[in-house]
């Protein structure tokens, strides 16, 4: 069919008209969700739902408590969006405990349990909310959705309401999540900034748990906190979570545990909820699993640690901006400055008018100027203006001009206050208001001042009760493979040269993680780190394989190999610490007939001998040698080795097990994690072998504990932590809170189980380890009294203390005193200051 030509430009146009209009109208719905919806405004840091929930609680306002249903109803007049998304806005706020008081079931964020139906419920402003919210007289108005009412643009809060409450929000092609901050904090930091003083501020979360501010970047696009749940051992079987993360839920808490456990991550015998009015879940171990490692398990597994990703955006001029939570608090500090100012400003208007009126009334009446109202005038306006007139000699004291409504008001009271009047109290008005003035005045004068008062005001009257309740604090870096478990069994074939987990009627490797990496060494001198996987081909004539450990420099490899294109045998010792996954690496000097003859792996750096026996037809007049690998220097894998013999080798046996050519290995303690380490972080505790470590605790017990670096300590209750010398006597000061006295003993330890306490102080009640130190000739200061009467005591401990049982009492040393301290005269590691009592 034929189109015209017009018909053509018509349709052409109508199309352009369309794509104009998909332009547009998404451009329009973007700006409207942005705005409108999803990202607060700077102001007062409220969404506009959030505003206008506020807004008619407001209006209803009447001191009682009001249905959750009839403030959503209220709330509709505002809010064109429907009863559901003001209903779950009103829940919000209500659940952060800080603008609304509740009545009744309004759920819990710790468990997920949602609030009970709208008619159920009942909600009514805050005192706080009433104090720091509101002001008719400094609001700006707009008109509602259908022009019906008027409704803030944004509220006066006087306080940074955005960075205590947080928000989230999912906008077109942008979002927000400003993480909630705790209430005493920000009302400090506000007060630090408005006198000019640094200032720090980091999240706190209404469900507690620890938190890593590591990398926190003031809030900004692309920091990063890490979350957790504080874990706590009841016993070497039993694991407690007395809280959750900030967003997870308890329920979603033990579903990641049990998925975690069914994925073979970590090995839990029962996960059992019993939160009640406190979190509370308790998780049974399976037999043999060491609870620290199924802690730090936990963190890197489960939603115990959860890692959240501050975007602070905020709507400035009609406008999305991204901000620090530095500048929103700062920003925050100025515009309730700002607020204040207004506020005296426009009280300062209302009693200078009391100041006007309550002068004219006074004049009008001592100076009898009422009598103009008994004679008689031609009209009503020649009555006001000989009122006028009687006030000329007067005039030059007031503060403004007389107007015609002062005079009309003066005139509309009653004739009997004529007669009651008492002069003196209007002279005490007048002199009360002239107070207020100058108090309203000094005041703006001062402003910097009146803002910090308010502040410090608000912070007494409602910061009882708001302390953190999440524990700041750096974490340890987890990673997921030196906490797996052994979830999986990996197999090879020798002959065929393949290794997986597949191959069950194969020889075992070990069993290990689904994490971990896989080592293996062939015949011909090659060497490949793979994945554990089903089934993996490496090459033929496999020597050995093992799970890989990187960055471990004590596993060492022995190795004697031939080369090919020379036929000269040589031996090397070799670590091997990191590697590109998947690649093949040749440990000979090359060549297609290059051989193994005899390889070993040794987690300690044992060097063994053996024996080698020399071809039968090669003219060597020796055919067999022994030959010791502790000669050997350990070195890289591309080494090639030292030269064993340059005729050929029939084989090569295994004589006699060697010792360890490593030195021990020198151990840090990291106080800030309560970690060991190798890394040379913390306090160095010495080299060891087959040594044990000594830990001491304030609650009076001692520990005797490995090596094991997965281990974990609580570093606030260590008073010493060292390499264990049986033979040294440990003395102590502990309180016998009961005698009411300081007591001392020196005692060796008897016992030689690991990772077991023994308490050493007299049990009872309020009784403390205050000071110990394994110093062989210890000293104590001994300070007593306080100012001119102070006096200090140098007493050596060996002198009148003989070494006792570890189960013993001890000596008396002092009465307990308020102002005794004391301290080792040579200080022990991790003993501070001395002891206040």
């Given at each position: 069919?034929a189109?015209?030509?017009?018909?053509g430009?018509?349709?052409?146009?109508n199309?352009s008209?369309v794509?104009?209009?998909?332009?547009t109208?998404f451009l329009d719905?973007?700006?409207?969700?942005?705005?409108?919806r999803?990202?607060?405004?700077?102001e007062?840091?409220?969404?506009p739902?959030?505003?206008r929930?506020?807004?008619?609680?407001?209006?209803m306002?009447?001191?009682?408590f009001?249905?959750?249903?009839?403030?959503?109803?209220?709330s509709?007049q505002y809010?064109?969006?429907?009863?559901?998304s003001i209903?779950?806005?009103l829940?919000?706020?209500?659940?952060?405990?800080?603008?609304?008081e509740?009545?009744?079931?309004?759920g819990?964020?710790?468990?997920?349990?949602?609030?009970?139906?709208?008619?159920?419920i009942?909600a009514?402003?805050s005192k706080?909310?009433?104090?720091?919210?509101f002001?008719a007289?400094?609001?700006?108005?707009?008109l509602?959705?259908?022009?019906?009412?008027n409704?803030?643009?944004?509220?006066?809060?006087?306080?940074?309401?955005l960075l205590?409450q947080?928000?989230?929000?999912?906008?077109?092609?942008?979002?927000?999540?400003?993480l909630?901050?705790?209430?005493?904090?920000l009302?400090?930091?506000?007060?630090?900034?408005?006198?000019g003083?640094?200032f720090?501020?980091?999240?706190?979360f209404?469900t507690?748990?620890?938190?890593?501010v590591?990398?926190?970047?003031?809030?900004?696009r692309?920091?990063?906190?890490r979350?957790?749940?504080?874990?706590e051992e009841?016993?070497?079987?039993?694991?407690?979570?007395?809280?959750?993360?900030f967003?997870?839920?308890?329920?979603?808490l033990?579903?990641?545990i049990?998925?975690?456990?069914?994925?073979?991550?970590i090995?839990v015998?029962?996960v059992?909820?019993?939160?009640?009015?406190n979190?509370e879940?308790?998780v049974?171990?399976?037999?043999?699993?060491?609870p620290?490692?199924?802690?730090?398990?936990?963190?890197?597994?489960?939603d115990?640690e959860?890692?959240?990703?501050?975007?602070?955006?905020?709507i400035?001029?009609q406008?999305?901006?991204?901000?620090?939570v530095?500048?929103?608090?700062?920003?925050?500090?100025?515009r309730?400055?700002?607020?204040?100012?207004?506020?005296?400003?426009?009280?300062l208007?209302?009693?200078?008018?009391?100041?006007h009126?309550?002068?004219?009334?006074?004049i009008f009446?001592e100076?009898k100027?009422y009598?103009?109202?008994?004679?008689?005038?031609?009209?009503?306006?020649?009555?006001?203006?000989?009122?006028?007139?009687?006030?000329?000699?007067?005039k030059?004291?007031l503060?403004?001009n007389?107007?015609?409504e002062?005079?009309v008001?003066?005139?509309?009271?009653?004739v009997?206050?004529?007669?009651?009047l008492d002069?003196?109290?209007?002279n005490?008005?007048i002199?009360?208001?002239e107070?207020?003035i100058?108090?309203?005045?000094f005041?703006?004068?001062?402003l910097?001042d009146?803002?910090?008062?308010y502040?410090?005001n608000?912070?007494k009257?409602?910061?009882?009760?708001?302390?953190?309740?999440?524990e700041?604090?750096p974490?340890d870096?987890?990673t997921?493979?030196?906490?797996?478990i052994?979830?999986?069994k990996v197999?090879?074939n020798r002959f065929e040269?393949?290794?997986?987990m597949?191959l069950?009627k194969?020889?075992?490797?070990?069993?290990?993680?689904?994490?971990?990496?896989?080592?293996?060494?062939t015949?011909?001198?090659k060497?490949?780190?793979v994945?554990?996987?089903d089934k993996?081909f490496?090459?033929?004539?496999?020597?050995h394989?093992?799970?890989?450990?990187r960055?471990?420099?004590?596993?060492?490899y022995?190795m004697?190999?031939?080369?090919g294109?020379?036929?000269?045998?040589?031996?090397?010792?070799f670590?091997v610490?990191?590697?590109?996954?998947?690649?093949?690496?040749?440990l000979?000097?090359?060549?297609?007939?290059?051989?193994?003859h005899?390889?070993?792996?040794?987690h300690?750096?044992?060097?063994?001998?053996v024996k080698?026996?020399?071809?039968?037809?090669?003219?060597?007049?020796?055919?067999?040698?022994d030959?010791?690998f502790?000669?050997?220097d350990i070195?890289?894998?591309?080494s090639n080795?030292?030269q064993?013999t340059?005729?050929?080798?029939k084989?090569?046996?295994f004589?006699?097990?060697?010792?360890?050519t490593?030195?021990?290995?020198k151990?840090?303690?990291?106080?800030?994690?309560g970690?060991?380490n190798?890394d040379?972080?913390?306090?160095?505790?010495g080299t060891?072998?087959?040594?044990?470590?000594?830990v001491?605790?304030d609650d009076?017990s001692y520990?005797?504990?490995?090596t094991?670096?997965?281990?974990r300590?609580?570093?606030e209750?260590?008073?010493?932590?060292?390499k264990?010398?049986?033979?040294?006597?440990?003395?102590?000061?502990?309180?016998?809170n009961?005698?009411?006295?300081?007591?001392?003993?020196?005692?060796?330890?008897?016992t030689s189980t690991l990772?077991?306490k023994f308490l050493?102080?007299?049990?009872?009640?309020?009784?403390r380890?205050e000071?110990?130190?394994?110093?062989?000739?210890?000293?104590l200061?001994?300070?007593?009294?306080?100012?001119?009467?102070?006096?200090?005591?140098?007493?050596?401990?060996?002198?009148f203390?003989?070494v006792m049982?570890?189960?013993?009492?001890?000596?008396?040393?002092?009465?307990?005193?308020?102002t005794?301290?004391?301290e080792?005269?040579?200080?022990t590691k991790?003993?501070g200051?001395?002891?206040?009592?």
């Amino acid at each position: 069919m034929a189109i015209s030509t017009n018909a053509g430009q018509e349709l052409t146009k109508n199309e352009s008209g369309v794509n104009g209009q998909y332009k547009t109208w998404f451009l329009d719905y973007a700006s409207y969700v942005i705005l409108e919806r999803a990202v607060p405004a700077l102001e007062d840091g409220l969404k506009p739902v959030q505003r206008r929930i506020l807004h008619s609680m407001k209006e209803m306002d009447d001191g009682r408590f009001n249905k959750v249903a009839n403030i959503i109803g209220q709330s509709m007049q505002y809010h064109p969006h429907g009863d559901a998304s003001i209903g779950d806005a009103l829940v919000n706020m209500g659940q952060k405990e800080l603008m609304i008081e509740t009545q009744g079931n309004w759920g819990d964020v710790r468990t997920g349990d949602e609030a009970a139906a709208p008619r159920y419920i009942e909600a009514r402003l805050s005192k706080f909310a009433l104090e720091v919210a509101f002001n008719a007289k400094t609001t700006e108005w707009q008109l509602s959705y259908d022009g019906r009412k008027n409704e803030p643009v944004t509220l006066p809060v006087k306080f940074p309401l955005l960075l205590a409450q947080g928000a989230d929000g999912i906008a077109v092609g942008l979002s927000t999540k400003i993480l909630p901050h705790n209430f005493c904090e920000l009302i400090d930091a506000s007060i630090k900034f408005l006198r000019g003083k640094k200032f720090e501020i980091f999240p706190d979360f209404q469900t507690g748990g620890m938190i890593d501010v590591t990398n926190y970047n003031d809030g900004k696009r692309g920091g990063k906190v890490r979350v957790r749940a504080a874990i706590e051992e009841v016993d070497k079987k039993t694991l407690v979570i007395r809280n959750v993360p900030f967003s997870v839920t308890v329920s979603s808490l033990c579903d990641s545990i049990v998925k975690a456990n069914d994925a073979g991550k970590i090995k839990v015998k029962k996960v059992t909820d019993t939160t009640a009015a406190n979190v509370e879940i308790m998780v049974e171990l399976a037999q043999g699993i060491s609870p620290d490692i199924t802690i730090d398990a936990l963190y890197a597994f489960t939603d115990c640690e959860v890692n959240i990703s501050p975007n602070a955006c905020v709507i400035v001029d009609q406008k999305p901006l991204f901000m620090t939570v530095r500048e929103l608090l700062t920003l925050s500090a100025d515009r309730t400055k700002e607020l204040l100012r207004r506020e005296l400003e426009i009280k300062l208007g209302e009693l200078n008018e009391k100041w006007h009126y309550t002068s004219l009334e006074k004049i009008f009446f001592e100076e009898k100027i009422y009598k103009e109202l008994e004679k008689k005038h031609e009209t009503w306006e020649k009555v006001l203006e000989a009122i006028d007139k009687a006030f000329n000699p007067f005039k030059k004291n007031l503060k403004r001009n007389i107007t015609r409504e002062d005079i009309v008001k003066l005139t509309e009271k009653p004739v009997r206050r004529i007669y009651k009047l008492d002069i003196d109290e209007l002279n005490e008005q007048i002199k009360s208001i002239e107070n207020d003035i100058r108090q309203v005045q000094f005041d703006l004068a001062h402003l910097t001042d009146y803002a910090v008062a308010y502040y410090e005001n608000l912070l007494k009257k409602f910061g009882k009760g708001r302390e953190r309740k999440t524990e700041i604090k750096p974490f340890d870096t987890i990673t997921a493979k030196s906490v797996a478990i052994a979830n999986t069994k990996v197999y090879m074939n020798r002959f065929e040269g393949f290794i997986g987990m597949s191959l069950k009627k194969d020889e075992l490797i070990a069993e290990c993680s689904d994490l971990d990496d896989i080592i293996v060494f062939t015949r011909a001198g090659k060497m490949k780190v793979v994945k554990v996987a089903d089934k993996v081909f490496i090459g033929k004539d496999i020597i050995h394989a093992e799970v890989f450990q990187r960055s471990d420099d004590r596993t060492t490899y022995n190795m004697m190999y031939v080369d090919g294109p020379s036929g000269v045998s040589y031996a090397k010792r070799f670590n091997v610490t990191g590697i590109l996954r998947d690649r093949e690496y040749d440990l000979s000097k090359g060549g297609d007939k290059s051989k193994v003859h005899y390889f070993t792996s040794n987690h300690n750096g044992e060097a063994e001998v053996v024996k080698v026996v020399l071809s039968a037809n090669c003219t060597a007049k020796k055919k067999e040698l022994d030959f010791y690998f502790e000669e050997l220097d350990i070195k890289g894998r591309g080494s090639n080795g030292n030269q064993v013999t340059k005729y050929p080798i029939k084989s090569v046996k295994f004589k006699e097990a060697g010792r360890s050519t490593l030195a021990g290995r020198k151990l840090w303690f990291d106080s800030k994690f309560g970690r060991l380490n190798t890394d040379e972080k913390g306090e160095y505790l010495g080299t060891f072998e087959e040594d044990k470590i000594l830990v001491i605790t304030d609650d009076g017990s001692y520990e005797l504990t490995d090596t094991e670096l997965t281990q974990r300590f609580e570093p606030e209750r260590i008073l010493l932590i060292e390499k264990f010398d049986p033979a040294k006597p440990i003395t102590a000061v502990y309180l016998d809170n009961e005698k009411q006295q300081f007591n001392v003993k020196r005692f060796k330890i008897e016992t030689s189980t690991l990772k077991s306490k023994f308490l050493f102080i007299k049990e009872g009640k309020g009784n403390r380890l205050e000071a110990v130190t394994t110093d062989e000739k210890p000293v104590l200061l001994l300070y007593t009294g306080k100012g001119a009467s102070s006096q200090t005591q140098k007493i050596q401990i060996g002198g009148f203390v003989e070494v006792m049982g570890w189960k013993a009492i001890g000596n008396k040393l002092v009465d307990f005193s308020k102002t005794v301290e004391m301290e080792w005269e040579v200080k022990t590691k991790y003993q501070g200051q001395p002891t206040l009592f």
